[in-house]
């Protein structure tokens, strides 16, 4: 069964910090690619930040480097996103996904950073 449990968004100011979670599926999660995407209100998905399956590679989004990290946690089918510095742009609704994704979405965590 598919698994993909997004948890620890939340109301910031800007400056703040949020670590996300994702609880996945251990078929899903430990052959591949994971990432964190993003969809802001009236904008497409976007994929912010995603890491190799053994956890040693990462790459960012150009508007999210520097600021954000992920990780994974490969015994806990668990992936993670620290976001330091969160500005208003952020705010959006955080999913967990395979990169490329699979055809099936979790329910997300809102995002919201106040200015």
């Known amino acids: 069964q598919v698994q993909l449990v997004e948890s620890g968004g939340g109301l910031v100011q800007t400056g703040g910090s949020l670590r996300l979670s994702c609880a996945a599926s251990?078929?899903?999660?430990?052959?591949?690619?994971m990432g964190w995407y993003r969809q802001a209100p009236g904008k497409q998905r976007e994929l912010v930040a995603d890491i190799t399956s053994g956890g040693g590679s990462a790459s960012y989004a150009g508007s999210v480097r520097d600021r954000f990290t992920i990780s994974r946690d490969n015994a806990k089918n668990t992936m993670y996103l620290q976001m330091n510095s969160l500005k208003p742009e952020d705010t959006a609704v955080y999913y967990c996904n395979a990169v490329p994704p699979i055809d099936y979405w979790g329910q997300g965590t809102q995002v919201t950073v106040s200015s």
């Open positions: 251990g078929s899903i999660f430990r052959i591949n690619v």
